[in-house]
């Protein structure tokens, strides 16, 4: 493990993840005080700010000292920032971009007073923000897998005046037994399952809010415990970098060779022939548009539906170096849900159409590489006019959580996992 220097903190694939823009106005040369000023009224203008004691949390935490190597342009602008990297250089810990961290602390609901669990301790940015929440009367436990972080998140939050926030060394999938319960547990990784450490030590009527990882598609979900179910109380767009440790499932984010300037991450899918797919490249794409033509953002769990498809459809993330490599856009900056065959892949771009009403439109629509492009194309812009037709109830989708082994549910998708089988459900709980 080695820290990442300041010319390595590049936009990385974990940066953002919203799909919010997050532009601010920041002057050049600003003071920390005033970039930090600048954060927060960006952050409030979008929504991603809501509540006042989340923006003075934000407000009263000098993000700039949890990430001493970056500039103060970049700790407070809009992208994570990586602070530490693998052997092979892939980044294992970074401080949350501002829009993720806001949005999960929205949904973690934190009262004065509470006993809080951390797992991904990183930077020690997030866990001040909780002991900001928390007060004096609370206590925050945060902890982390990889010891040099657990030395960094400790220097960070000394530098911040956060003393009274407690840094284990640990692995999240185990909680933290010795503090527990908490009335809050958050987890700033991306997850593959909820293990029962975490439902046996949060405390009745608390709540767990957890980046969890389903075909490809990472939502942070807060749940709460119903018995032994996890139910979820709100789904926000999220991009983590995912948990490790023993009980991790890696989660494969493969380069098409040599270098073509596509990555696909697959997570849940079946093995991808990365030879073939980067042969697809050598051919002219098959752009097909679907007719929907929907209002720019938010484009209502259209990734959920699509990994809800059926099994070659919408497993993989085609990520944003295709721009570079004069490719045609993913839909996101950073990337496009996507569907893959055994030589043929496609993902979904946008185009703009006529505003309405003084809103941004978009026709979306799927663009294949390879031999079957044609038919993948089809059937990406199929599944999106079903979408187009569906919006309405997928704004009442839902996640569960229940215990490995149980009676199977009716759900758009069902994932099983070591310790849990998760539903994705449309419809009325
Ligand atoms: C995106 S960073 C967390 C950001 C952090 N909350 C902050 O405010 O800077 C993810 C962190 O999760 C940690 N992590 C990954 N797997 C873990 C596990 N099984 N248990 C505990 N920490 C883990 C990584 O080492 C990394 O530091």
Redesign the pocket.
Known sequence: MRRASATAQVREQ?AGGMGIDTASTIPPAASSEALRKAMVDTLRSWGGVRTAAVEAAMRAVPRHL?VPEASLERAYGPE?VVT?RDEDGVA?????GPGV?AAMLEQLDVRPGDRVL??????????ACLAELAGPSGSVTT????PE?VEE?RRGLAAAGYDRVLVRH????DGHAANAPYDRIIV??GAWDAPPSWREQLAPGGRLVVPLRIRGVTRAVALELDGQVWRSVSIEECG??P???PG?VEELNLELPPNRGVRIRVDDGRPVDVDALASALDASPVLAWSGVVVPWKPLVHLDFWLAGASAEVCRIIVLSRVREAGLVNPIYSWGSMGCYTSDTFAYLIRRPAPSEDGQEMVELGACAYGPDGQRLAAEVTGRVRAWGCSRDMLAGLRIEVHPAGSPNLPAMITADRRHSRVFVIIGPA
């Open positions: 974990y949890f994570s530490f294992i810990s970074s401080a949350s961290v951390e797992i991904g301790a990183g930077t020690g940015y997030n866990a902890i982390d897998i990889g972080i998140a640990g692995d999240g999938a700033t990784a983590f970098m948990m490790r440790g991790a």
